[in-house]
């Protein structure tokens, strides 16, 4: 197929204005889905009581059965309990389909309830933020993000077609010509070599979220039946109760070798189950549930389960998946990220940078070549304080979110707020003060978001210090080595915005320097659409 | 009508709403027909269903930069809702349950 210049000029206009339109939200997206890549990890940063270490493969009878044998339970209550892990060293332990649904944190060697940091911690703040944007209403959120997905691979895709040279571009970084060519190798070069990451994601995500976009259709093949196609995909099955006594399972350890077992003979790889679950506890129709939903060795998530009948130890399912679902299920894992690889967690969250990078560099380079075109200043002032936010500003204002986590204790209140609310209203706060800084200051505004971003990434791993006496050697003991990286990475995250700020302040200076003269006519592919 | 006549900016806002809602008619269109008739020629429901809402994604994707891209805007347009229309309402009909 010849690619005509009337069909680059069309990807360059829809490259340019898609870009323009929902790069603050693609931001978001990007900003927050790379910290969600070590969600984990910022939680053991900002609660100090997940800072053990813990042996993975521990028995859980000594946690589970007492719960177990201690509960009254109602009629069709489920009981689920998620293994710790090294990421993640407490036991989550929660009960749900009664009249009150109950979530506690279980200390891997006592097993007593955890008092936990009254806070939402990055788990339950970046990473909903980075598929829902926190809109709830109607699940517009979801909507939104999905609709910015898409646009993300059209624009992977109409940015490959405005390129005549991808190679060239792929190696052209050059930061001392000037700012408006510099950023936009940047944004070229970051597109480029970040490109399986930026089409991964979104495809991903949207997977995820497949049944909440495509409901209808995709239960088309089940006759319509939406549960039909959730336990398909799923594997979960609803057990009613009978209502009749029945026994109580007397070792849960026991299902989770036989699953485990099962799995690797499958596999040919170590499995090790990560959640389990017990239906109508002490019900003739009790069932319990191993999972492996994000297996250590494997990518695709969600693809083991098996259920046994407490008593007999009757399996009551095996859940298998076909290839084409597994295919999808792998693509899904990619994105969740769950398996045994540091370096793959590092590439990703590098990933994520660089489409952050990448959109910001969008941005400033649109506003640039806007300004050298004689755009009305309003527009231009417009543009530019909404940019700022939306970049610079997200980020001082997730450093606000972790500072404010270290200022406050469990018993702070201010205004019929508590901790957690607290630290989520200090986020936004901060977030619409960068908007409204940015629309006074102006020009400035980027440059001194940057300033605030490296005040905020330099205070944070000190308060983590006062605050808890980890810091960075001293952290470095089993199990706060996430602490000491979150610190690193605070403390990396500030020198790079101190140089940011420093370069942003040279360009400014040669920018006010330099007499303003007409444009020279864009190279094809060279400056955006009109 | 001819494309040529309208403003660049109606033109465009055209495009970018065939692209978005017309794209994303068409792929739930395509997701449920292609799912169902993958089901009607024997593949497993789940299957049908998986690979019909992989490939409806890079189909959504797609018509959005023809959308941008076409010449014949008029046409595509009518290509787009036709096939929506046609698939969304037939699709129930092709699966075998």
């Not at chain 1, 990421?87 to 009664?98: E, H, K, S, T, V």
């Amino acid at each position: 197929m010849r690619i005509t210049d009337e069909f680059r000029k069309s990807m360059n206009w829809l490259h340019t204005w898609t870009g323009i339109a929902l790069s603050s939200i693609l931001f978001a997206m990007f900003w927050m889905g790379t910290l969600t890549v070590f969600h984990l990890e910022i939680n053991k940063w900002m609660m100090p009581e997940t800072r053990i270490a813990v042996d993975t493969t521990m028995p859980m009878d000594p946690v589970v059965m007492p719960q177990l044998e201690a509960g009254t339970f109602e009629e069709g209550e489920q009981v689920f309990f998620a293994r710790p892990s090294e990421r993640m060293p407490l036991i989550r332990y929660a009960r749900f389909g009664g009249s009150e649904r109950q979530s506690h944190f279980l200390h891997p060697e006592t097993g007593e309830i955890v008092e936990r940091t009254n806070s939402h911690g990055a788990s339950d703040f970046f990473y909903p933020f980075h598929f829902s944007l926190h809109i709830s209403w109607m699940g517009l959120g979801y909507w939104i993000v999905g609709l910015a997905s898409v646009a993300m691979l059209v624009l992977a895709v109409s940015g490959i077609f405005i390129h005549r040279k991808i190679f060239q571009d792929f190696f052209s970084f050059r930061p001392k010509k000037q700012a408006r060519r510099s950023t936009l190798d940047l944004h070229n070069m970051t597109a480029i070599i970040a490109l399986p990451f930026h089409i991964l994601f979104p495809l991903s995500g949207i997977l995820i979220f497949a049944l909440v976009y495509f409901p209808d259709s995709a239960s088309v093949p089940f006759g319509g039946d939406r549960a039909a196609l959730n336990e398909t995909r799923s594997g979960f099955t609803t057990y009613e109760a009978a209502g009749e006594p029945g026994p109580m399972p007397q070792s849960i350890d026991q299902y989770i070798d036989r699953a485990e077992a099962i799995w690797t003979e499958r596999d040919g790889r170590t499995a090790h189950a990560d959640y389990l679950r017990v239906a109508n506890v002490g019900d003739a129709n009790s069932v319990v549930t191993i999972q492996q939903s994000f297996g250590p060795k494997k990518v695709a998530r969600g693809t083991d389960m098996i259920s046994f009948r407490p008593g007999t130890g009757e399996v009551v399912k095996d859940f298998e998946i076909g290839k084409i679902r597994h295919a999808s299920a792998y693509l899904e894992g990619a994105h969740f990220l769950r398996f045994d690889s540091w370096a793959v967690r590092w590439l990703f969250f590098l990933g994520g940078l660089a489409g952050c990078a990448m959109i910001a560099t969008g941005l400033l380079f649109w506003m640039r070549a806007r300004i050298k075109k004689g755009m009305e200043p309003t527009s231009v002032r417009v543009v530019r304080a909404l940019s700022a936010g939306s970049v610079t500003g997200i980020i001082a204002a997730s450093g606000a979110f972790m500072v404010a986590n270290r200022l406050l204790t469990n018993e702070s209140t201010l205004g019929g707020l508590d901790r957690a609310a607290l630290e989520v209203a200090a986020f936004y706060v901060v977030w619409l003060g960068t908007f409204i800084h940015a629309g006074i200051r102006d020009k400035a505004a980027w440059r001194e978001q940057m300033w605030l971003i490296a005040v905020i990434a330099g205070a944070a791993p000190i308060l983590n210090w006062i605050t808890t006496g980890g810091f960075i050697v001293g952290a470095l003991q089993p199990g706060q080595v996430a602490v000491a990286m979150t610190d690193v990475v605070l403390i990396a995250a500030s020198a790079a915005a101190v140089m940011g700020a420093r370069r942003m302040a040279k360009t400014e200076a040669l920018e006010r320097a330099k007499p303003v003269r007409a444009p020279r006519a864009a190279a094809a592919g060279l400056a955006p659409a009109e | 009508m001819s494309t040529m006549t309208l403003p660049q900016p109606v033109e465009r806002s055209l495009r970018l709403a065939l692209g978005t809602i017309g794209g994303y008619a068409f792929a739930n269109g395509f997701i449920g027909s292609t799912g169902a008739l993958l089901s009607r020629l024997g593949l497993a429901p789940g299957e049908a269903s998986s690979i019909a809402l992989l490939v409806g994604i890079f189909v959504f994707a797609g018509i959005v930069v023809w959308a941008a891209a076409t010449t014949r805007l008029l046409i595509t347009s009518a290509v787009v809702v036709g096939y929506a229309l046609l698939a969304n309402l037939t699709a129930p009909y092709i699966a075998p349950v």
